[in-house]
């Protein structure tokens, strides 16, 4: 058993939290390695909720077939803003499509087009 604790601090409002967390694995005296999967573990977490804050990913609804293909459109576009290291992907999702033309340049610039 390992008992884990975070200390957390909100970025917006910098107030600072602790929380405890326990995990439960049948793995002997292989402590890093738990210690990997579970930090890979929150890893997962964080980039599910950036996508579902970024591109609503929760409430999208789409066919079967399609839903690997906008998926990987998905990953693709929150790889492109993370190397650009906007501050606010959602705002710049937002001017861009707005601001059409401004998404064509962006995609030149970097050499996706």
């Given at each position: 058993?390992?008992?884990?604790?975070?200390?957390?601090?909100?970025?917006?409002t910098q107030?600072?939290?602790?929380?405890?967390?326990?995990?439960?694995?049948?793995q002997d005296?292989?402590?890093?390695?738990?210690?990997?999967?579970?930090?890979?573990?929150?890893?997962?977490?964080?980039?599910?909720?950036?996508?579902?804050?970024?591109?609503?990913?929760?409430?999208?609804?789409?066919?079967?077939?399609?839903?690997?293909?906008?998926?990987?459109?998905?990953?693709?576009?929150?790889?492109?803003?993370?190397?650009?290291?906007?501050?606010?992907?959602?705002?710049?999702?937002?001017?861009?499509?707005?601001?059409?033309?401004?998404?064509?340049?962006?995609?030149?610039s970097i050499?996706?087009?």
């Amino acid at each position: 058993m390992i008992r884990l604790k975070r200390n957390i601090t909100e970025v917006k409002t910098q107030k600072k939290s602790t929380e405890i967390s326990y995990y439960i694995s049948n793995q002997d005296n292989n402590y890093l390695e738990l210690c990997h999967a579970i930090r890979g573990h929150w890893s997962v977490e964080v980039n599910n909720h950036v996508r579902n804050v970024t591109f609503a990913e929760d409430d999208l609804t789409t066919k079967k077939n399609l839903s690997r293909s906008m998926a990987g459109l998905r990953t693709l576009a929150s790889g492109i803003l993370n190397q650009c290291k906007y501050s606010n992907k959602k705002a710049q999702l937002d001017n861009f499509a707005d601001k059409f033309d401004e998404l064509i340049q962006f995609l030149k610039s970097i050499k996706f087009l």
